[in-house]
Structure formats: structure tokens, C-alpha cells
């Protein structure tokens, strides 16, 4: 299992457990953690899975690709390490990730 910390607008720090190759936005969805609407179900066509990476996490998570940098055109308030939750594949090398959630998705 890998662990995930999602930490909200407000500071609220929300720590789950998912399976290696599982997305964050489908640990995210399991575990009901607010903050990700995921309303296309993981197909990388909405937007509303935005998550900020923190920054100890960017070097093994990487930039977003291609598809996915289109898709955060869409995103409200884009930053430097924003990533689509579920373009990001977990692995055991991530486990312990923190992401944070924007304020409001879409």
C-alpha cells in the first residue's frame, strides 16, 4: 500500500492508504477526501481532480504531459507544481506523497 496526505485550503491534513498502481484521484474518491470532484471519472477531460504537488514531491512526480497540460487550462488557479490527480500513477517510490487541494475545482 501506498500512503497519500491531502492536505485542503484550510490546512486539514487527510493521510490514505492506496494500492500501488491505483491514480491519487482514485485513492482520493475511495476514501471520500473533499477537495476532488473528479467529475469524468479519471479520463484527464475536466479538471476538477487539481491537486498542487508539494514541493519535496515534484522531482519524483514530475511535470504534467501533454493531454494533461491542456486539461489545466481549464483548472482555477494554476501553480507551478499543479498536477491532475488522476494522471498521477502511484508507485511505491511515492509512497508518502502530499498534494494539496485548490480552494475550489473547475
Given at each position: 500500500m501506498t500512503a497519500v496526505t491531502f492536505v485542503d485550503a484550510a490546512g486539514t491534513a487527510r493521510t490514505?492508504?492506496?494500492e500501488a498502481g491505483s491514480t491519487v484521484m482514485e485513492a482520493?474518491?475511495?476514501n471520500?477526501?473533499?477537495g476532488i470532484d473528479a467529475e469524468c471519472g479519471g479520463a484527464?477531460?475536466?479538471a476538477t481532480?487539481?491537486?498542487y504537488v508539494e514541493e519535496a514531491w515534484w522531482d519524483r512526480v514530475g511535470p504534467p504531459g501533454g493531454m494533461e497540460e491542456d486539461m489545466l487550462d481549464f483548472a482555477s488557479d494554476v501553480q507551478p507544481r499543479s498536477?491532475?490527480?488522476c494522471q498521477i500513477r502511484l508507485t511505491?517510490?511515492?509512497d508518502g506523497?502530499?498534494?494539496?487541494?485548490?480552494a475550489r475545482q473547475g
Open positions: 490514505v492508504e492506496a482520493a474518491i475511495r471520500g477526501v473533499p484527464c477531460a475536466c481532480c487539481h491537486v498536477r491532475l490527480s511505491p517510490d511515492l506523497l502530499v498534494v494539496h487541494t485548490p
